[in-house]
């Protein structure tokens, strides 16, 4: 299908890359395209950015029909725009589309969306250290009926954001505040997709957590109370006596990271050991007890690595690393970025070209 283009007749002032944060500014242009039952995905077109019109009785509205994806891209050191493993975002979008009866998207058109519209918004991604341009693709039910039923009609939009670190403390490690009060997932539910109600769910226990003046939420498996599953929006690694230990994913719980996938490749590249397993909290505190906690991290496409200084278990409150970034931490954050930024080399073929 042909793309066609409708260019901004006023182009937006930027913002200067100092004053981005994460999420706040957007830029001229968006892609569309529309899906109905009888004639399938159809009409792709970038169009300038702004307010979409849909009935009351849209379906995302009353029955949460919503799937979406996070990716980034850079300016390389060359001057050139590249995104970070965007077909493995796209096949996980679709399998959250799979699991929310939603269409199956085209991948390659995803992907040449995706390239023109950057292209045509290319000035403005950030040049900043640290700042990148956010990629949000996304995907509604449109169709106006009452009934709890998949959509006949759907929207796919892509929109793009200029932005800085997410959390505000940047690379500086957080604190995180272990729940065995709530719950993100259980298994045989929806907590290896990307939907807007895995999102809502988290909200009132971060709040919580906030106001104890914590960054985040680390949860645990849903029917034990015990396991380490996710931090907030991340997945989280946990390094005992030089091992390096995260949730696997057989539970369905977990959202399957791309950032996790590419962590788990470096750091087995530098000769460590990955192992993928249960890992009660507990076991992460006996490990604190016995001084072979050695780091802690959380991993994403918004923060990259956010390494975790403070953790606090039903008031039991344990300090990693002095409260520092580790080394491993800082290592996988500069190797990573490295990559993204053209850096270092991409012995992996992680990078792709705008």
């Not at 182009?11 to 830029?27: H, R, V």
């Not at 988290?202 to 645990?220: D, P």
């Amino acid at each position: 299908m042909e793309i066609r283009v409708e260019k901004i007749k006023n182009p937006k002032s930027k913002p200067n890359d100092s004053e981005l944060g994460f999420g706040k500014y957007f830029t001229d242009h968006m892609f569309v395209v529309d899906y109905d039952i009888d004639k399938g995905w159809y009409d792709p077109r970038i169009v300038p950015y702004g307010p979409i019109e849909v009935e009351p009785s849209c379906m995302v509205f009353h029955y949460g029909q919503s799937i979406f994806e996070g990716m980034k891209a850079y300016l390389n050191k060359d001057g050139e725009a590249v995104a970070y493993r965007p077909f493995a975002n796209i096949k996980r979008l679709n399998r959250s589309a799979e699991r929310l009866c939603i269409p199956q998207l085209d991948e390659n058109l995803v992907w040449e969306a995706l390239r023109k519209l950057i292209e045509i918004d290319k000035d403005w991604i950030p040049k900043a250290e640290g700042t990148s341009l956010y990629i949000r693709p996304f995907v509604i039910a449109t169709e106006p009926h009452l009934g709890v039923r998949p959509s006949h009609t759907y929207k796919f939009f892509i929109i793009l954001s200029p932005v800085g670190a997410y959390y505000k403390e940047g690379l500086k490690p957080v604190k995180i505040y272990v729940t065995d009060k709530y719950i993100r997932a259980a298994e045989g539910g929806m907590g290896f997709t990307k939907t807007g109600g895995n999102y809502a769910i988290s909200l009132y226990a971060a709040e919580e957590a906030q106001k104890k003046g914590y960054t985040q939420v680390l949860w645990l498996d849903a029917k034990e109370h015990k396991y380490v599953e996710e931090v907030g929006t991340m997945n989280i690694f946990f390094k005992i006596n030089n091992v390096l230990i995260t949730a696997a994913l057989d539970s369905g719980t977990i959202l399957g990271g791309v950032t996790r996938d590419s962590v788990i490749k470096l750091v087995k590249e530098m000769g460590y050991t990955v192992e993928e397993r249960k890992l009660s909290i507990q076991e992460v505190y006996d490990a604190h007890e016995a001084g072979e906690l050695d780091e802690v991290f959380g991993t994403g496409t918004a923060a990259v690595i956010s390494p975790v200084g403070v953790m606090n278990w039903n008031d039991n409150i344990i300090e990693i690393n002095g409260g520092e970034m580790g080394e491993l931490s800082q290592k996988l954050y500069d190797r990573m970025t490295g990559i993204q930024y053209g850096k270092e080399p991409d012995k992996y073929g992680w990078i792709e070209k705008i």
